[in-house]
Each structure stands twice: as C-alpha cells, then as structure tokens.
C-alpha cells in the first residue's frame, strides 16, 4: 500500500468569503447544491475513508469554509485516530452570529492546528482583498478561535512588500503567545489565474532576497512572548527541486509520496467525481479523477506508480522562480 505524507480534503461547505483572486466563492452554490442532495456527506464520509486506508502522517482539512460545517468536530474525531497531526484551515470570515453558533463539539483538539494564511493584516489591504468583509469582525474572529483552540498556525506571505510591518502589527493587535507559531509562506497560492503568474514574476527579486535573510527575519521576532516560529517556509522545499529543470528529478513530490489532494469535480451519472493530484505545482489542467463509491483507492495508488504526472514538470509554475 502506498503512504502518503500529507493528504489534503476539501470540505464542500460555502465559504462565506469573497476574497479577490480566490475561486473557492464562486463554488458556494455549488457546495449548496451538494450538501442539499447529500451529495456532500458522501464525499465526506469518502474522505473518512481515504484517511483510514492512506494513515497520513499529516490531514490538510480545507474548504469552502469547514470551520462552519454543522459537525465537523465529529468529522474530524473519525479520522484523528489515523493521522499524527490535523490541519484545519479558516478564513475567518463569518458574521458575529456564525461566531458564536460554530459547531466544533468532538473537535479532537490534540491533534489540530488551526491554520490560517493572513492575506493583509491591516484594514486598507485588508478589505481591498476580502472584498469589503471588515476587518474588525475578521480580528474578533482570530481573537475567539484562538482562545478555544490550543493550536494556532499563522502564515504570511514573503512577496507583500510590507510583510515584515504586517507581522509587526499582528503581533500587537493579536497578541500571541506559546501556542501560536509563526510562518512564511513563499507567495500567495490562490488565484486560478495561472497560479498568479505575472505576481510570481514581479516579486521573484524581493521574495528571493528574502529568503536569504529568513534567519535575520525570524531572529527579530522570534523572541516576542516565547512565541514558535517554524522556520520551515511554504513552497520553498520546492525551490531545492525544480529550481532548475535539469533537476526536475529532485523535487519531493517526484522523490516518493509526498502528497495526495482531492477536490470536488462534478456529478456525473448520479454519483461524485473528484479530481486529485499529486503535486500542488504542475499545470491546474491536468488532473485525476475519481469516481466515489465506485473507483477503489488501488487505483489512486497504481496512478501514482504510474507516474504520469511526471511528463508535466517541465511546466512546474516555480520554475518562475528558478535562477
């Protein structure tokens, strides 16, 4: 059997976002629809299936919004036995009434972190990228989450040219302490506009430089209120690989099994289909496709044998970030 490092889920509960450059919104009347007709349930009790047959290390749990999926704290308890660590993503965008309706009963809290990447951590930025949503509310948001939950994970983004005041901002508004850690994520991975090429392109220099100072950045901050940073950046493992196409080879997500994802792809002849890869980074096009129900979890691994993703790093959206 094959063992994936990290498996990644997309939970199909609305997100109640509209964060610019991001996708995921446009599908929240999709995610109605399949939550309606119960489409939705199926694929999450496939999901807790994949869980028990794959045993990952580390579960990616994201979305849609599943912080606010009615009994995603008992979702998560069923896979929790399998898996090492649970990472649960949330945009913290919900209204005060959502805030204090979440349901996280069962929530097995420890094994999860809860994750978030800061788009802006200031209002001006802020509100220009969620599209209006107020920054007050997202804050008071961070703030409730983050007294109920013992794990936080806080990621900003190296190719804001301000990403350094940001932190220091957020460190004063949100006051963290030993059980938040801190990290950097190499750029923004949303966007369905060819992962944000010309953004890549544009901040190559500055992102960089930047992380050759990484050190120097963490030491500056790495010292407020005992607070974790986890020097490992986001995206930036990858640079060791492809960063040039003639090592292509190198790259973990060729080197052994890395990485599964799945997301929803469409309902056909009545049953679910889900897209999964495995590697964030090669063309948004190419894909896999599972039939839920149907297909069995040999044939996930025998594609991965297979290897046929392969014939697609040359096209790996960080070479844009090769020398």
């Not at 990952?56 to 896979?79: K, Q």
């Not at 209204?95 to 978030?116: A, I, Y």
Request: aromatic content about 12%; proline content about 5%.
């Amino acid at each position: 059997m094959t063992t994936f490092r990290c498996l990644r889920i997309q939970i199909l509960q609305p997100c109640q976002g509209k964060c610019r450059y991001c996708a995921t919104h446009k599908k929240n009347k999709v995610f109605a629809s399949l939550k309606r007709d119960g489409y939705a349930a199926q694929v999450h009790r496939f999901y807790r299936d994949a869980v028990a047959h794959f045993k990952p290390t580390e579960l990616f749990v994201s979305g849609g919004e599943p912080i606010l999926l009615p009994g995603i704290g008992r979702l998560l308890a069923d896979m929790a036995p399998h898996v090492e660590r649970i990472h649960l993503f949330t945009s913290y965008q919900y209204n005060e009434r959502l805030r204090e309706r979440l349901d996280l009963e069962g929530m097995p809290w420890d094994k999860v972190v809860l994750t978030h990447t800061i788009l802006y951590f200031h209002a001006e930025g802020w509100e220009h990228m969620s599209r209006g949503f107020p920054f007050g509310v997202y804050v008071e948001n961070m703030k409730h989450l983050g007294r109920i939950a013992p794990r936080k994970c806080y990621k900003f983004i190296l190719n804001h040219e301000n990403a350094p005041e940001e932190l220091q901002r957020f460190l004063s508004e949100i006051q963290p302490d030993e059980t938040c850690t801190l990290r950097w994520k190499l750029m923004n991975q949303q966007g369905g506009q060819g992962f944000n090429v010309q953004e890549i392109s544009r901040s190559r220099a500055e992102v960089l430089e930047r992380l050759e100072r990484w050190t120097e950045i963490v030491g500056e901050f790495s010292s407020h209120a005992k607070i974790p940073v986890d020097k490992r950046i986001t995206g930036a493992e990858v640079l060791s690989g492809p960063g040039d196409k003639a090592d292509v080879d190198l790259c973990p997500y060729r080197l052994g099994p890395e990485e599964l994802r799945f997301a929803f792809y469409k309902i056909k002849g009545g049953a679910p289909l889900l897209q999964y890869r495995f590697c964030p980074h090669f063309p948004s096009k190419f894909r896999y496709v599972h039939r839920v129900e149907e297909d069995r979890f040999e044939d996930i691994e025998k594609a991965f044998v297979d290897g046929e993703y392969h014939r697609h790093c040359d096209r790996c959206r960080l070479h844009l970030y090769a020398a």
